[in-house]
C-alpha cells in the first residue's frame, strides 16, 4: 500500500496537479503509513513539503469548527437539530431562515442560496452580512433538494455563536481543538513565522504573489479570516488527532464537546431517498458501497480527509493544489485511488 500510495502522490507532483502532498492512513491506534511528496513552493524547490505544513483547510474548516461545534451543543442538549430555527433564535424569526432546521442545513437541504456573492449582495462590514445572510429569502423549500451550499455552514456558524455566547474561533479551540491536542490548528490570518511553514495556495491579484498564511476562501478574507464556510488552517498531526478521536473517543488527550453519538449520528445516511446522499455535513465517499461504510470531506485548496468506523480506518490526503490550477478532474481521480488504496 504504501509504496502504491508514494508513486500515486509522486506522479500528482511531475504531472504538476499540485507541488506536494502530506499524507497519512491510519485507525484509532494511531498512522500506519504516513509520508510527504514535492515542495511548498516551486519557485522555491529547496522548502520540502514536511509532515507539519501548514495548510489552508478550507471546507475542512466545516467540519473542524462548524460540525464539531455544532455536536458539542446537540450533546449538551442545547440544540434540537430538527426545531425551525425562529423558535429559539431571534435573529430568525418571522424571517424565511426560520422555518428551516439545523438538520437541513447540515444535510444542505435547507434550500439557502447556493453562491456566497457576500460582498455583492451585503457590502464588507460583517454585521451587515450576517443579517443579510440570516434575513435573505430561500433559494427552494426546505427539504425537497440536496444541493451543497457554503451558506449552509456560514448560518451554522452563526448559530454556534448565538447558542454560545462566543465567537466561532473561540467555540472550537475551547471545545474541540484544545481538548484534542490541536495545537497546531487555527484560524488565520497566522503570524509570519507560522505562515512561512505554510503551502501556498492560488495567486491573489491584488498582491501578486500567492496566498500564504491567509485563507484563500474570499468569504473568510472579508468576514476577518473566521466564519463557518473556510478559515482555518490545521497540520496533519492534527488531523490525525481529530480523526482518531471520532474513531475512539478514548484517544483524545482530554474529551472534547462531542462524542460517539454525535460521529455516529453525523456518518449515518440522513437525507433518505434524495439524491445524492449525505450524514450531517460528510457524505459517502464516491465510489464506494454502503457496506464499506467510508465517509469523506473535501476542500476546495486540495484538502480531503475520509473516515470509516466500520472498518476502523482514516486517511488523510493535504496537498495545495490551487497553486496550479481550479480546475478539480486530475486531482479528483488522484483521491479516488488514493482512497482505494488507503482503505483496500
Known sequence: MIERIEALLDEGVRDKVYPGAVWAVGDSGGIRASGATGVLDPDEPEARMQPDTVFDAASLTKILAVWSSIGALWE???????QPLGGFWPEVDGRPLGQVTARQLLTHTAGVPLRAQLKNLYGTDPQAIRRGVLHEELHRPPGEAVEYTDRAALILGYLAEHLSGQPLDQ??????????GMSSTCFGPLPAPIAARCAPTERDPESDTHLKGTAHD??????GGVCGIAG????LDDLTRFLRYMLDASTGPAEAGFGPGWTARSLTVQTG???PARGLFWHPAPGTSDAQGVWVHYGFTGTGMWISPANDRWA??????????????PLTDIRN????????
Request: proline share 2%; aromatic share 14%.
Open 337 to 344: 485511488t488514493f482512497r482505494e488504496l488507503a482503505f483496500a
Open 171 to 180: 467555540v472550537a479551540a475551547d471545545r474541540i481543538w484544545q481538548p484534542l
Open 76 to 82: 449538551d442538549s442545547v440544540l434540537d437539530l430538527d
Open 218 to 223: 474570499f468569504s473568510a478574507r472579508l468576514l
Open 316 to 329: 488523510v490526503l493535504l496537498t495545495n493544489k490551487l497553486y496550479y490550477t481550479r480546475d478539480r478532474r
Open 273 to 275: 431517498g434524495l439524491e
Open 232 to 235: 482555518a488552517f490545521t497540520v
